[in-house]
């Protein structure tokens, strides 16, 4: 077995690179299950009520993992979105 000693600098300076650097990863790699209220600020929607009737029309996934919790699923939210882009002319 190795022991590595440090000064008390040195091991908080480590640490804070390994915090920032996942941080950074988790930036890069957005979540693909988001609550509602996310899902509502990319769709730019501010209704409940037309954030259900997308999920009950299958316009975009959703998960309910537990009775109260619904994720929606950030990739068919893009689709969704794709779906009514327009080109120009």
Request: hydrophobic share 35%; aromatic share 8%.
């Amino acid at each position: 077995m190795q022991v590595v000693c440090l000064q008390e600098d040195a091991f908080y300076t480590l640490f804070d690179k390994v915090v920032e650097h996942i941080d950074a990863k988790r930036k890069e790699a957005p979540a693909k299950w988001i609550d509602g209220k996310e899902a509502m600020g990319i769709l730019k929607i501010s209704s409940k009520t037309t954030l259900q009737k997308l999920r009950d029309e299958g316009k975009i996934r959703f998960s309910q993992p537990q009775k109260k919790i619904i994720l929606y699923d950030r990739g068919s939210i893009n689709a969704y979105i794709e779906q009514h882009a327009h080109e120009t002319f």
